[in-house]
């Protein structure tokens, strides 16, 4: 790739910015000023700014709990989003499977493309695992009705997984991630929904990660979302 473009893809400035620099003489490889912009460099060059190293990243991963406020959006005029919680490196960070503005818990960022693709696949039946607070009792059948497909305006849903907890409370564990789908499925059973929260995203939990919280996925847990 064109040095302009490894340095822009860093967010060391813009285009037009980082193209400047070079030619000011501000980027040395291998001990040398370059100040040619389209100089060919790869994904292991070594490039120095200023005599900071610019070391070239290609994928990212990160796991963030999510916190009630915020937007799962790159940019808002008027919420916040949560790409303000996590330092990317990459401007190309992409959000897997979004959450709802009030809603928190566990949500995956990565600019791998395939993988987020694979995860949010209806045929791979990824499991999200939600923990839901109502207002109302919860019904006995709750268990047997979610266990079969539920039939909306816009999809039928696959059968899913409840856990009892207590008479307002449960786990709910889905294959999609269809709008409000949790929230439509309690409606079904005459339960509104004050609380919600996706304590699991296939193999992913928030291990121990705090509201606002975040932290990479390690090349194991990549691994093993990409087998999932």
């Known amino acids: 790739m064109r040095l302009d473009k490894f340095l822009a893809d860093m967010q060391i400035g813009t285009r037009s910015e980082v193209k400047k620099l070079i030619q000011k003489g501000h980027v040395s490889i291998n001990n040398q000023i370059i100040k040619k912009v389209d100089t060919k460099v790869d ?28 937007l799962s959006a790159t940019q808002d005029m008027h919420y916040p989003v949560v790409l303000e919680l996590v330092p990317c490196i990459r401007k190309d960070i992409g959000i897997v499977g979004r959450l709802d503005k009030d809603t928190e818990g566990v949500l995956l960022l990565t600019n791998d493309g395939e ?3 694979r995860l949010l696949s209806s045929k791979n039946h990824v499991e999200k695992k939600y923990y839901v607070q109502v207002d109302t009792d919860i019904p006995d059948y709750a268990e047997d009705f979610f266990s079969k497909p539920i039939e909306f305006e816009d999809f039928t849903s696959l059968p899913a997984k409840f856990e009892y907890i207590n008479s307002k409370s449960a786990y709910l564990t889905i294959c999609e991630g269809k709008y409000h789908q949790v929230k439509r499925m309690f409606e079904k059973i005459g339960c509104t929904v004050t609380y919600l929260k996706r304590v699991q995203f296939g193999p992913i939990t928030l291990d121990g990660l705090d509201a606002g919280e975040y932290r990479h996925l390690s090349e194991e847990e990549i691994k093993t979302l990409y087998e999932y």
């Open 43 to 70: 994904e292991n060059t070594i490039v120095y700014v200023d005599g900071m190293r610019v070391d070239y990243v290609t994928y990212e991963y990160y796991v963030l709990n999510k916190p009630a406020g915020f």
């Open 115 to 117: 993988l987020n693709h």
